[in-house]
């Protein structure tokens, strides 16, 4: 059975950069969209970045883009999201999901999901 499972959270401070890892067992994963979400205290869970199994092709949310960096490894069976010049409202639970198909990762519809991370961001 799929599993996803996220590290690398902690503590930055405003301006710094973080590395979120996601292992993924079970499934292969160049077959699998992947996608990036966070969720924030009161506010709704977001999409922040995705990377589509059917094209190939990297995708990032307006507010991250200039930012955070995703990676795939498909020996490794990882994906990476390098968050760089981090700010106060990048502060949530980071997540990565999956899912295997065709759609357009960015419907943000995913089927398996990490249990997610924790990022704070501080000055």
Known sequence: QGKLVESGGGSVQFGGSLRLSCAVSGFTLDKYSIGWFRQAPGKEREGVSCISADTGNTYHVDSVKSRFTTI????????????????????????????????????????????????????
């Open 72 to 123: 795939r490894d498909n020996a490794k069976n990882m994906v990476y999201l390098q968050m760089s010049s981090l700010k106060s409202e990048d502060t949530a639970v980071y997540y990565c999901a999956a899912y295997r198909g065709f759609k357009d990762c960015r419907l943000w519809s995913y089927d398996y999901w990490g249990q997610g991370t924790q990022v704070t961001v501080s000055s």
